[in-house]
């Protein structure tokens, strides 16, 4: 079973990050943290034995990236 292990964010605002995030009910453990373009939020410790991303694309060239994780 998969579990969202980060949310990241581009084209985004901060607040506006934050707003979508609490819009789809995630929570994030940690504050947010830039690495170039991309905000990402992290919603479990980075544990997992594979990962994936999926991308979902928003009006206005936005994108958010769930990054999927799998324990076993």
């Known amino acids: 079973m998969s579990e969202v292990q980060a949310v990241l964010f581009q ?10 995030l609490n819009e ?3 929570k994030p453990i940690k504050k947010m943290h830039r690495e170039g373009t ?26 958010v990236f769930l990054v999927l994780g799998w324990r076993n």
């Open 38 to 63: 991309l905000m990402r939020y992290r919603m479990r410790e980075p544990n997992y034995k594979r990962y994936t991303t999926t991308t979902l694309i928003k009006p206005k060239g936005q994108k």
């Open 24 to 26: 789809h009910g995630y």
């Open 11 to 20: 084209g985004f605002t901060a607040p506006a990050a934050s707003k979508w």
